[in-house]
Nanobody
Framework: QVQLVESGGSSVQAGGSLRLSCAAS????????LGWFRQAPGKKREGIALIDTDDTTTYEDSVKGRFTISQDNAKNTLYLQMNSLKPEDTAMYYC?????????????????????WGQGTQVTVSS
């Protein structure tokens, strides 16, 4: 059973930076898609950045050029470097993973397609 634990959330001013971390354990398969999602109050959980086992990355348009997803396989840790933060980035941030028993790649930002989640870390950006 995969366990994910996020950290690094904080309150920052607009224009600032944060780096989120997600420590993972319990992987069963070597092929997986890891992602960062966020959910603001009253809104749906949205995917913002994905990374494949081979380090291929995909970004949602609103974070493209500002956020960078990366992973350290030796540490089983996923990261999200967030620069040029905006008030609209305020949300609870979650990491998630979907493993592929028969191999596979990231194919969707839809949160319901991911079955292992962390507890979330809060990011608040003030203007």
């Amino acid at each position: 059973q995969v366990q994910l634990v996020e950290s690094g959330g904080s309150s920052v001013q607009a224009g600032g930076s944060l780096r989120l971390s997600c420590a993972a354990s319990g992987y069963t398969y070597s092929s997986r898609c890891l992602g960062w999602f966020r959910q603001a109050p009253g809104k749906k959980r949205e995917g913002i950045a994905l990374i494949d086992t081979d380090d291929t990355t995909t970004y949602e348009d609103s974070v493209k050029g500002r956020f960078t997803i990366s992973q350290d396989n030796a540490k089983n840790t996923l990261y999200l470097q967030m620069n040029s933060l905006k008030p609209e980035d305020t949300a609870m941030y979650y990491c998630a993973v979907e493993e592929f028993p028969d191999g596979g790649y990231c194919y969707t930002f839809t949160a319901t397609e991911y079955h292992s989640w962390g507890q979330g870390t809060q990011v608040t950006v003030s203007s």
